[in-house]
């Protein structure tokens, strides 16, 4: 989720070169290859797959690799056994942490990830240990061209979003879970851009830390975002 997810806040890689390319639209066929797994091949009765292949798209991932994943997902097309996992922790600072991601090999990449948080100044934490700081959020990114803040809140809340939030130069609408498909259509049909559609954590709370904690988080960040199996990286730092 854009200023909480870190992998969301890559929008720059976009024009990055082909290595971190490879690495994101990678990153983006296991999401798409789950998602189409759980609820089928369809967009139209899969809602997080159209989610997820609509951002993929915003990075310019190709159709073909696109389609790939999702024929992997249905079983058309022979591919690794992929699971989720899900992991709470602690960052610099004591920052609450969840990451997310998908692999296949379990073992592997939880040993993996625990090295780069003792690495970074993190630990590992028990199930439902942080977990309770975030609740579950829709959330869409657009721009807001020429309307203003007050005026993009007023639709967003009229479409059925929960909240608006300016985030640099873009605004950040979300929305309950199941109400995020309703709320894309609405504001599409006001003829609002929509730039990346997401779920993910959403802190109910953020924590400021100091300079160094922050400089620290973002080093964290970083190297988990290096990992092939992380997806996203959710914190209640405040940015």
């Known amino acids: 989720m854009s200023g909480h997810s870190h992998f969301k806040t ?4 976009k024009n990055a070169n082909d290595a971190k390319k490879g690495k994101i639209f990678s990153k983006f066929g296991r999401l798409i290859t789950i998602a189409a797994k759980e609820g089928g091949g369809d967009m139209g009765s899969n809602i997080k797959l159209k989610a ?6 915003g990075f310019n991932m190709p159709k073909e690799n696109i389609e790939r994943a999702i024929k992997k997902g249905t079983g058309e097309l022979a591919g ?8 709470e922790g602690f960052g610099p600072g004591g920052i609450a942490l969840i990451i997310e991601g998908i692999t296949d090999n379990k073992n ?5 990830i625990k090295i780069i948080l003792n690495q970074k100044g993190g630990k590992m934490a028990g199930e439902g240990a942080v977990r309770w700081m975030f609740e579950r959020k829709g959330s869409l990114t657009i721009t807001s061209g020429q309307k203003s803040k007050e005026e993009l809140e007023m639709i967003a809340i009229e479409a059925g979003a929960d909240d608006i939030r300016q985030e640099g130069g873009t605004i950040a609408v979300y929305t ?9 259509k609405a504001l599409e049909e006001r003829g609002l851009a929509i ?7 959403m802190p109910k709370e953020e924590v400021i830390v100091g300079e160094k904690e922050k400089t620290n988080a973002k ?3 970083e190297a ?3 990992n092939d199996a992380v997806q996203d990286i959710y914190s209640n730092l405040k940015s």
Do not use: C, H, M
């Not at 890559?10 to 890689?13: C, G, S």
């Not at 592997?108 to 993996?112: D, F, I, N, T, V």
């Not at 730039?195 to 954590?201: A, F, K, Q, R």
């Open 10 to 13: 890559i929008q720059a890689t």
């Open 52 to 57: 997820v292949v609509e951002q993929a798209r």
């Open 176 to 184: 309950k879970p199941e109400d995020l498909e309703t709320v894309k």
């Open 195 to 201: 730039e990346n559609v997401s779920l993910g954590w």
């Open 80 to 87: 690794e056994i992929l699971e989720e996992f899900s992991i």
């Open 224 to 226: 988990l975002d290096e």
């Open 108 to 112: 592997r990449s939880l040993g993996e």
């Open 219 to 221: 080093e964290l960040f």
